[in-house]
């Protein structure tokens, strides 16, 4: 039966009533149905994590920290109200006391000539360099901002849902997103995508 749990080829998207059917089983000790809750929100969580973390690795480990830690809270999480938003705001928190307690190391990136495959080295380094910029950018916003846009503009929350995410007034949302795409217009507006 554990085959039903995960069919091959991984978990079937969930729907919202498919969503509270599996947090009231994971609530109810049901590790397979969290499991599936993680996959599902796995990706999201790491790009929240992201958004305040500017190491990937780093924001990588404070979403699989804050994954765990809603386990453990699982049954503080009020099942009348959306899960998704009531993740976010524990990845963004784990996010965020990450980035406070982490000491000052850096690792440079292993040199892209030293790799071999991938796509062609023209690509890469205009891949690179575009995703390098858009960080630089979204470093240069405030964390409450930074996080606003992700979560809208990449996640597809509602301003709604980043307000409780964020534990802030609906309309402070809309402004921080409005702010954060307006600012970010001006710090890539001289970037132009070439092709290769």
Aim: glycine residues 6%; without cysteine; neutral net charge.
């Amino acid at each position: 039966m554990a085959s039903e749990a995960q069919p091959p080829g991984g978990a079937p998207r969930i729907e919202h009533g498919d969503e509270a059917a599996l947090v009231a089983r994971a609530r109810a000790g049901d590790r397979a149905a969290f499991g599936v809750l993680v996959e599902r929100f796995a990706a999201p969580a790491r790009r929240v994590a992201r958004a305040v973390l500017d190491d990937p690795d780093d924001a990588d480990d404070a979403a699989q920290d804050a994954l765990l830690a809603a386990l453990v809270k699982l049954h503080q999480y009020d099942p009348r109200r959306p899960f998704g938003p009531w993740l976010m705001r524990i990845v963004s928190n784990a996010a965020t006391d990450r980035r406070r307690r982490r000491s000052v190391r850096r690792a440079e990136p292993l040199d892209a000539n030293a790799t071999a495959g991938g796509p062609r080295p023209d690509v890469q380094t205009e891949r690179r360099a575009l995703g390098e910029r858009l960080r630089e950018a979204l470093a240069e916003l405030p964390e409450r901002r930074r996080v606003a846009v992700v979560l809208f503009d990449v996640e597809g929350y509602s301003h709604a849902e980043i307000a409780e995410i964020l534990g802030v007034a609906e309309g402070t949302v809309r402004s921080e997103v409005f702010h954060a795409r307006r600012r970010l217009r001006v710090l890539l507006a001289d970037w132009k995508e070439e092709d290769a």
